[in-house]
């Protein structure tokens, strides 16, 4: 009888410390937690942009340059830089397509803030000859 107690309990403990072992794998390698990583790593410049907003960010950087002028207006008092002048130069490289007198205006000023260790330093300095004139 005791025998028999001491068998259930061991397989309990046995398939308790299993399951935990195969959620924590399946977690980790699932394609939806690979996916949620990958756009972390794809977000980790955005420093500066509180993650909830991240999502929304995306859909207005590929909406355009009217979409992504409305995020930056409705967010931009919650976001701080790095990653907000990262998103203002997304906006002056699309508005710069269809409005480039305005798109350097915004850059003078986003030029401005931006010091020469700041990781969003070398995306200036590669747009700095179209806009910074």
């Not at 355009?64 to 990262?86: F, I, N, T, Y």
């Not at 007198?101 to 260790?117: V, Y």
Request: charged share 25%; aromatic share 6%; net charge positive.
């Amino acid at each position: 009888m005791i025998k028999g107690l001491i068998a259930i309990v061991l397989v309990a403990i046995v398939g308790a410390i299993g399951n935990f072992v195969y959620s924590e794998y399946t977690g980790k390698n699932h394609p939806e937690a690979k996916r949620r990583a990958a756009e972390a790593a794809a977000s980790a410049g955005l420093d500066g942009i509180p993650f909830e907003l991240h999502e929304s960010l995306q859909a207005a950087r590929a909406a355009g340059p009217a979409a992504l002028k409305q995020w930056l207006e409705k967010h931009a008092r919650v976001c701080q830089d790095p990653g907000l002048a990262s998103v203002q130069l997304d906006y002056v490289m699309q508005l710069g397509r269809t409005n480039p007198s305005e798109a350097k205006k915004l850059f003078q000023q986003i030029r401005g803030r931006i010091r020469s260790d700041s990781p969003v330093y070398d995306k200036m300095k590669k747009i700095e000859p179209t806009f910074g004139r």
